[in-house]
């Protein structure tokens, strides 16, 4: 996961820092963020292809429900095994981003870390939604592909929104990277344009909002294929 | 064995659309509204971004044969295939063959989609862009099979093929121009069989200007992977991993 964190970073970022100049803006540091949460993206949906596993190739679901906890607990404790996973892949790719923006001293990188967390819960509730009702690896792959591709290029990630046509607009806004993205610049000192310029944590609250309901809508259907 | 290789890839429609739509967006999303950041005088960044990702597309289809290589051994296929009545020699050439085969027709909805956007209809030219892409898919389809039967762990195998079509493609100039690659790539991208390809793809289309210099290298990296592929194979079938 580093390594592909690393090449993204210091190839790509640096190749588009070194392409789009004159923005007033190092873009390097402005799209940096969006390696470490596209690596916390891979890390959260291998999350819901082990669910899979588990249940076509490995057979080990039968195993796990008859463990001696509820099911809600068990699968909400999926969920948030999956967000930890994340975390801990990210862990160093989060520490070179604090690094470049300045602010590995500060108590900033603990909001940092919840950024990802965030990120994090809300994409395993969704690998885990998929995971329910794909019927086969190749399905399943196809689906995290065409959201993998929405999340990061219809996003915040490597262009201002204003980049967008209006009628975009509403996809752009309503997508949980460019949420993500945006917390994670507020949190550097250098001003961005087109980043607010404040606290992080309003950002925060409102990423908060997609990954609860994808959280939630990931336990609910765990629970309901668990009993197929 | 070609034959079979081709079919095998055409079996799974899943990743034929995953890839299609992500050659979509990634060209006519991405691609187009980064363009509009990028201004770098003499190059229309948007062309040159739609003719890297064909090229690296096409490498990216032909390192799937070393997949489909490795899992033939785990699942005892090949044994099968070892009973067929066609010789060693016919069937390793088959199968490398079959790769780029496969990589080349994969893509040329991608390349025909390109080449009527940008208006090219040079005939020489749009030859040979997809000489060097067919080079570069035989190529890195040799690199594959020497991959497939050098390492033994599924795990290993996955991470040094994903890194290494990672760092081909990405340590090159498809994509991005070299003038703008950071300094410690600028050195090793232009010997990578992906920028060889793209560039002389790009020379050929945009300025109906062919690069020979580069199609020879391409040939060179050909025989030097398809005869190390061909010799491990070879070593592995006769009495290496799969006896």
Redesign the interface.
Known sequence: MF??FA?DL???A???G??????GVN?FLYIAPGSNLITSMVAAFQSGRDVWREKYIKDLTSYLLTLPVKRPVLAFSRVLGGVVRSVIATFPGTLVICYLYGIILSPKILLAYLIVGTFSLGIVGLSMAISAFSS?I??W??VR??IQ?YL???SAL??PVT??PSALAPIITSNPMTWAIQAFRQLSPTQFPQVPVGDPLGSILVLMGPSLAFALLGTICYIWYSKL | MALRDVSVLFRTPWIIITRGLAFVIQVFVFAYFISTLIHIPGLNFWEYYSIGSVVTTIASISFVIGYDIFEEAEEGLLDYLLTLPVSRRQFIIGRALGGAIRAIIYTIPMFTVIVIFWGFNQPLSIASALLSMFLLAFGVTGMAITLAVSVRTANRFDVVIALLELAVSRASIALYPLQRLPDYVKGIAPFSPVSLASWNAWSSLAFSAPDLLNIAALGAFVAVFLGLGAAFYFRRLEGGIYA
Do not use: H, K, P, W
């Open positions: 390594a592909n090449i210091f190839i790509t640096a190749t588009f070194n392409l789009v100049t004159g923005q873009y086969s190749e399905m792959v196809t592909s065409a591709l990061s290029f219809l490597f262009y980049v967008f």
